[in-house]
T-cell receptor, first 112, second 116 residues
Framework: GNSVTQMEGPVTLSEEAFLTINCTYT??????LFWYVQYPGEGLQLLLK?????DKGSNKGFEATYRKETTSFHLEKGSVQVSDSAVYFCALILYNNNDMRFGAGTRLTVKP | EAGVVQSPRYKIIEKKQPVAFWCNPISGHNTLYWYRQNLGQGPELLIR????????DSQLPKDRFSAERLKGVDSTLKIQPAELGDSAVYLCASSFALAGGSYEQYFGPGTRLTVT
């Protein structure tokens, strides 16, 4: 089946540290990949996306590259801020299919 | 542009009571989704509508859950009767989806349900 596996949290970093949150996927077709972020008490917000192999999605200093050979879509940021503290979800959706599958989420806490 | 609107934001009920959640999607979005998010987990799809039609309700517990989207715009999700295990955040999302593509979904803030 189609599924997403994220690195388990929680992740705690100091401000300005480098962030990596690993995400791998299993899909029967050719998926589009997404990272969503959920701030406390809010719904999910789209952070970035990539629709084909080798595409790089980027937004607000976050980046993720669609790696078909390793079926991965790891999220990175070079210098995190306290305001980046949130839960991050990796997700996939198959082409011509609106069934979106989410990972379990990774909670990030950034300390000053 | 207004986002996805949900109400109420919070609801506390006793088990065996009914409860309903309302969602108004982004204007022009033809596809509407209801998800359930348990604590510490990602959202799981309950039902997906394309316009007025429920095209995927395979994960909806139909003995107690029902949903409707009568005019292809806003939607209501109902639980009757509620059980303790229904405590979760219920998220509504919408997208504008055409055949032959895959589209990001836009989420509302969710309704946090507590069943006591």
């Amino acid at each position: 089946g189609n599924s997403v596996t994220q690195m388990e949290g929680p992740v705690t970093l100091s401000e300005e540290a480098f962030l990596t949150i690993n995400c791998t996927y299993t899909a029967t077709g050719y998926p589009s990949l997404f990272w969503y972020v959920q701030y406390p008490g809010e719904g999910l917000q789209l952070l970035l996306k990539a629709t084909k192999a080798d595409d790089k999605g980027s937004n607000k200093g976050f980046e993720a590259t669609y790696r078909k050979e390793t079926t991965s879509f790891h999220l990175e940021k070079g210098s995190v801020q306290v305001s980046d503290s949130a839960v991050y979800f990796c997700a996939l959706i198959l082409y011509n299919n609106n069934d979106m599958r989410f990972g379990a989420g990774t909670r990030l806490t950034v300390k000053p | 542009e207004a986002g996805v609107v949900q109400s109420p934001r919070y609801k506390i009920i006793e088990k065996k009571q009914p409860v309903a959640f309302w969602c108004n999607p982004i204007s022009g979005h033809n596809t509407l989704y209801w998800y359930r998010q348990n604590l510490g987990q990602g959202p799981e799809l309950l039902i997906r509508y394309e316009n007025e039609e429920a095209v995927d309700d395979s994960q909806l517990p139909k003995d107690r859950f029902s949903a409707e989207r009568l005019k292809g715009v806003d939607s209501t999700l109902k639980i009757q009767p509620a059980e303790l295990g229904d405590s979760a955040v219920y998220l509504c999302a919408s997208s504008f989806a055409l055949a032959g593509g895959s589209y990001e979904q836009y989420f509302g803030p969710g309704t946090r349900l507590t069943v006591t």
